[in-house]
Each structure stands twice: as structure tokens, then as C-alpha cells.
């Protein structure tokens, strides 16, 4: 298994919805598109290692099917939708039980889910038991639900608690590798602290008892000498005074070390608990993003892209790309509405956000190597301020308007 594959089933497990009874927050969303695309069967689906369980199902008995060569199986490497007018045609899926036999299954259409951190996790599915397809109205109705569906996985866990998610979250960030490094060393710090400190207390004791050790013998070799013995008896009184105060010294300093080791996990603890929330609401930001039908892209003062929502990939066939912002209108193939003039660098809706303009509606075409063909986009852009008022960025909002160019 790689890691890739070990991640995805880490944000799934993560979720704590597998093997959860069905609840209604998710059949209603079936339900309804049971009624938007007359599909006599709707699946909400998470896939782990070896099957795919039904979160919720309308129109099949099953609650779980072998993984290896479903229809759930291929839609987890799209980026869109996986659309099947007709399975029996289809070499991938002609002999599966669920088109060779059971419901005789010909069409099937798939988006995938989302989990908060990005990851792929499962699908919203509709099949049928005719051949048929979806037309773009359909395609972006099962995009709004599909959005739907990751806005309550954004919610993760059986009963949608906060703190379930905030204690997994510190989990996950307690366990990497930098924050284990930094737990490590500090305890490795102390530790030698401790036996720095019990080595010089050892030392000091054993000293002690060579003093007193000694002024034993001075004593004994001179029994008649009252003077020598009193002062040989003050001497090791003292020097057992002093032993004892070393091993307090050495207990106290042992015990200030622990409670700074304690002090410095709890300050740790909150620290997580505070990176924990602000991931957490990242990651539902980013999961209501990414279920939007429309494409999203987000840029800082300097105009380089920190944001692409899945929408926006799947519509002009890339991400984010790290280049001079001059250079965006070449990399991603922005002609004007012409579909032949390359659009000039200052005239990208995003260029003109970041100088202050509102842009509305601003019909383009982006060809590049994944989008050969052309797709005519319709953008706005506006700047995005921050809570002082200063500029913090802009975000352009586009949708493919169904016109190729």
C-alpha cells in the first residue's frame, strides 16, 4: 500500500463514520437526488481498503460491496465526475455482478467526496438500469449535492461533536514529526538536567562521608584529646547536616525539573488545542470551497495563487501553479472572448482585483494542453481587505458557461 493510499484512508478513519448507523442528515441529501435525476438507486459511499459501505442508500439492499473493480474503485482516481452511459458497453464494468446480474445496472454517474483535508474518501453516486446521461444543468446539480454531502462530512464523526474532531486533530498534530522532535529534545534536555544534577549531589554525598569517615579516625586516634573530640564531633555533625541538605537540594531540583517538563507539556497542549482549531476551521472553509460548483482561486497582495478549489482544476484542468504572475495568462492559456488574442497580463480579472477594480463577468477562454478545446469561462474578481481595511489579497470566482470555444 503507498503512502498516498495510507493518507486517504487516515482522513476516512479520521472522519468516524465507518460502520455508523445511517443518519438523516445524509439520507435526506439521497433522497433528493432521487427526485432530481429520477435514479431509482443514490449511494453515498466511503471506500476503504477492501470494500465500499453505503453511508446511506436508496434503491439497494446492500449495505457494502467488494471494492476491486467497482464503480466507487474508479471514480476515487477523478478529479470530476465519472460518467457511465452504459456499463454493459463499458469493457471496465460488463462483467460486474451489479450490470452482469442483480439490478442490471447500465448507467452510472459518480463525483467524488471530499474529505476536510482534501482527500478523496468516497462518492455520491446515481444509477440506473437504463442506458442515459446527465446533461450540464444535471452535472452541476450533482455537484451542489455532492457539496452538500462534504459539508456534513466537514462536521466528521456519527454525531457531528467538535470535540471528537478537536481531540483527533491534536492527535494527529501532537504525532508529527517536527512536534515529536520537539517534545524529544526538550525531554532530552531535562533528562540530562536531572542527571547532571544527581551527579553533583552523588559527588557532595560522597564527600560528606569522607569528612565524616575521617573525623571518625582523627577520633579514634585521639580518645584523651577532649578538645580534638568536640571539635572532630562538631565537624561531623556538620558534615551530616550538609548531606542531608544535598539530597533535599538534589530532590527539590530533581522536582522543579519535572514541574518545568510538566509546565512545558501543558503551554504544548495549548498550543495544539489552538493550531487544532484553526486547522479544523481551515479545513471546513476549504471542504465548503471545494464542494462550490463554481471555480474559486485566491491570490495575496503580490498575486501569487494561494487557493484553488477542485472546481476550479477540473474546469481549466490545472492547480496552482508557483510563477510570476505576469506569466499566468501564458501557463493557463487566457485568451480573450475572441478566443484568439492571448489576454494581456494587466487585463486578468485577477491583475485588476489587486489594482482596486471590480470586475464582473468578464467573458474568456482558457485552451491550454489539458483543456485543448477551449473553455469559455465567465470571471469576477474583487480585492479581499483585511479586519484594518488593508488590501489582504483577491479572489476570482469563474463558471464555465457552457459555450465552447
Not at 489552538?274 to 498575486?303: W, Y
Amino acid at each position: 500500500m503507498d503512502t498516498l493510499e495510507q493518507q486517504r484512508l487516515a482522513s476516512l478513519r479520521a472522519l468516524g463514520l465507518l460502520d455508523t448507523p445511517a443518519e438523516e442528515r445524509f439520507d435526506r441529501i439521497t433522497r433528493l437526488a432521487q427526485r432530481t435525476f429520477s435514479a431509482p438507486i443514490v449511494l453515498i459511499s466511503l471506500i476503504d481498503e477492501k470494500r465500499v459501505w453505503f453511508k446511506s442508500r436508496v434503491g439497494l439492499a446492500e449495505t457494502e460491496m467488494p471494492r476491486d473493480g467497482s464503480f466507487c474503485e474508479e471514480t476515487l482516481a477523478c478529479d470530476g465526475l465519472m460518467l457511465v452511459p452504459d456499463a454493459a458497453k463499458d469493457p471496465r464494468f460488463a462483467s460486474h455482478p451489479l450490470v452482469a446480474g442483480g439490478p442490471r445496472i447500465r448507467f452510472y454517474a459518480g463525483q467524488p467526496l471530499q474529505a476536510p483535508d482534501g482527500r478523496t474518501v468516497g462518492a455520491l453516486s446515481l444509477l440506473d438500469v437504463v442506458p442515459r446521461d446527465l446533461d450540464l444543468e444535471q452535472r452541476r446539480a450533482l455537484r451542489d449535492l455532492t457539496g452538500m454531502v462534504q459539508e456534513q462530512l466537514a462536521s466528521a464523526g456519527p454525531a457531528g461533536g467538535s470535540a471528537d474532531e478537536q481531540s483527533r486533530m491534536v492527535a494527529r498534530l501532537r504525532d508529527t514529526p517536527g512536534r515529536r522532535a520537539l517534545r524529544r529534545n526538550v525531554r532530552a534536555g531535562l533528562l540530562a538536567a536531572a542527571l547532571i544534577v544527581l551527579a553533583v549531589s552523588g559527588v557532595s554525598i560522597f564527600q560528606t562521608r569522607r569528612i565524616v569517615a575521617e573525623a571518625d579516625s582523627i577520633s579514634a586516634a585521639s580518645p584523651r584529646g577532649a578538645e580534638i573530640a568536640l571539635s572532630v564531633g562538631r565537624m561531623t555533625k556538620a558534615a551530616r547536616f550538609l548531606r542531608v541538605a544535598v539530597v533535599v537540594r538534589g530532590v527539590v531540583a530533581l522536582a522543579l525539573l519535572g514541574f518545568v517538563f510538566w509546565l512545558f507539556l501543558r503551554e504544548d497542549d495549548a498550543r495544539l488545542a489552538a493550531e487544532a482549531a484553526v486547522e479544523l476551521e481551515r479545513a471546513r472553509l476549504k471542504g465548503v470551497i471545494d464542494g462550490i460548483p463554481d471555480g474559486v482561486v485566491a491570490a495575496d497582495t503580490r498575486g501569487r495563487l494561494i487557493l484553488f478549489n477542485h472546481a476550479a482544476e477540473r474546469i481549466i484542468g490545472m492547480g496552482v501553479v508557483e510563477a510570476d504572475p505576469a506569466q499566468f495568462s501564458r501557463i493557463y492559456g487566457v485568451y480573450l472572448h475572441d478566443g484568439v488574442t492571448p489576454c494581456p497580463p494587466e487585463s486578468l480579472p485577477m491583475g485588476r482585483a489587486l489594482a482596486g477594480d471590480s470586475v464582473r463577468d468578464v467573458e474568456l477562454v482558457v485552451r491550454n494542453a489539458q483543456r485543448p478545446g477551449g473553455v469559455r469561462v465567465s470571471a469576477s474578481a474583487s480585492m479581499i481587505r483585511g479586519a484594518d481595511g488593508a488590501p489582504a489579497g483577491a479572489i476570482l470566482v469563474f463558471r464555465d458557461i457552457g459555450e465552447r470555444a
